[in-house]
């Protein structure tokens, strides 16, 4: 985005000290926000950005019958997402849309039934289970580093890679499934797959409901939706099939043998066998598909910034000394994990579309919004806000450091989300990340294959637009 733009926003700073005013600044609403909603379509982050440089922190919007607010201060995104978070919900058309795929998976449901599916999961990505989960990152980053080409100097397409690699990680975790050579096929299905889903979600969010998937332009869709669903169907019925005499100490595993120790009537209620798949579907996009993107983009820092790579890769190698790690060497790596909390400030894998429906009139801030009202959360303005982050276009992982992130603004950072739906997968990234990341730099020096800087596009996640290639030297 412009400096133009981040410094008008950051010209924008008087908290407005009337209390419950009822609408903030806005754009016009000319032709039911039709204009707006096209600017939306066309460049979504960039128009969000433009909206808070003119308006400033709290922006008011109509498109159609929807009365939007957009909140861009740290403190009143908490407000909504963390202190007033029983009085929202998510917005309706956003999660019909994930249902088309995730079914009713714990990134869809709402209320008691959210609450009994997070409670049930929750333990199944808890620090007790990292240290296995660590084995499984490293021994897929293994398979497809050592896969690559053994000459000193190579180009290649780092996106493809990693989002191949991080699937691996997810087919063993979930499933004890690796992508040998028989399913490597099937993998990069899969792949296409859910790029496909995430263009057409993208799309989806800005009609007002979905269109049938037997409709021609819609077929590569249905085929994409066809494709994951037979993948995590396969490996249930497989694993039901199996003699329990061969245990498995999967995901999928906990999944079906998961009780609800929260269930008062004490017995403990269990996952029908359609839960199952729907909370399957959802690890297995979201388990890869953030995570491949959050590796891209850090590929890209560290090629773009040999600096910060020689330095992560001296710790890396004095902590570790070329053997491979594991989950109790992460500590030990506070400035590799600086560089990618750098990465995903820049470019956060999830920038925008958290979105909040208030069930009963609330107040955020000085504002007093109606039951009813939709508010937009997009960390990725914040995360480029130069009253949070100095100088934020600049890539600098001492902002990750002990002493920047004490100074850091409460709230300003948020690659997760925040709140009760805080991302329940964040320590399982994070380790993956942390893990992947120091075996790559074991092995390459990163360098730009191209000129041009890649530019970001949202598609539910942020990815490059036109993918990374980049250079590896061997060590």
């Not at 077929?219 to 039901?240: E, T």
């Not at 498995?248 to 798949?277: K, Q």
């Not at 004490?406 to 300003?412: M, P």
């Amino acid at each position: 985005m412009s400096q133009s733009i981040i410094t008008a926003a950051a010209e924008r700073t008087k908290v407005p000290t009337m209390t419950k005013r009822t609408l903030p600044p806005g754009p016009p609403h000319r032709l039911f926000g039709l204009p707006l909603l096209r600017q939306l379509h066309r460049d979504y982050l960039g128009e969000v950005q433009r909206m808070q440089a003119s308006y400033g922190d709290a922006v008011f919007t109509r498109i159609a019958q929807e009365t939007i607010y957009d909140f861009f201060r740290p403190d009143w995104v908490r407000e909504v997402l963390v202190d007033q978070a029983r009085n929202f919900i998510r917005r309706e058309r956003f999660t019909q849309v994930f249902a088309e795929v995730h079914g009713q998976s714990v990134l869809v449901t709402e209320g008691d039934v959210w609450q009994r599916q997070r409670r049930m999961l929750q333990p199944g990505f808890g620090p007790k289970r990292m240290d296995g989960y660590a084995q499984h990152m490293v021994a897929a980053a293994h398979q497809a580093l050592d896969a690559l080409p053994p000459q000193a100097t190579q180009t290649l397409d780092f996106e493809h890679m990693v989002t191949q690699l991080t699937m691996d990680v997810v087919l063993r975790t979930l499933f004890s499934q690796e992508i040998t050579p028989a399913v490597r096929q099937q993998a990069v299905a899969a792949e296409h797959a859910v790029r496909v889903i995430s263009r057409a979600g993208m799309e989806a969010f800005y009609w007002p409901a979905s269109l049938p998937d037997w409709l021609p332009h819609k077929w590569k869709l249905g085929h994409a939706k066809r494709v994951l669903d037979g993948l995590v169907r396969h490996h249930i019925s497989q694993r039901r099939q199996t003699h329990p005499s061969a245990p498995h100490h999967d995901l999928l595993a906990m999944l079906l043998a998961v009780r609800d120790e929260g269930d008062e009537g004490g017995d403990g209620g269990t996952l029908s066998i359609e839960e199952v798949r729907d909370q399957c579907m959802t690890i297995f996009l979201a388990g890869h598909e953030t995570t491949a993107a959050a590796l891209t983009w850090w590929g890209h820092t560290m090629a773009s910034h040999p600096a910060c790579a020689q330095r992560a890769r001296q710790e890396v190698d004095t902590v570790l000394g070329g053997r491979a790690p594991s989950y109790a060497d992460l500590p030990a790596l506070p400035y590799l994990a600086q560089t990618l909390k750098e990465t995903m400030r820049l470019y956060p894998p999830a920038p925008a579309l958290i979105n909040r429906r208030a069930i009963q009139p609330v107040q955020i801030g000085p504002w007093q919004l109606p039951k009813g009202a939709m508010v937009r959360i997009t960390p990725w303005v914040m995360h480029h806000d130069p009253r949070w982050f100095a100088d934020p276009q600049r890539f600098d992982p001492e902002r990750f450091s002990a002493a920047g992130q004490a100074a850091q603004e409460r709230g300003a950072y948020m690659p997760f989300g925040a709140g009760p739906r805080v991302c329940i997968g964040q320590l399982f990234a994070s380790t993956e990340m942390a893990l992947v990341a120091a075996m790559v730099l074991q092995r390459f020096t990163l360098a730009p294959a191209d000129t041009a800087a890649p530019q970001p596009v949202l598609n539910v996640t942020l990815r490059p637009a036109q993918g990374l290639r980049l250079q590896l030297l061997r060590r």
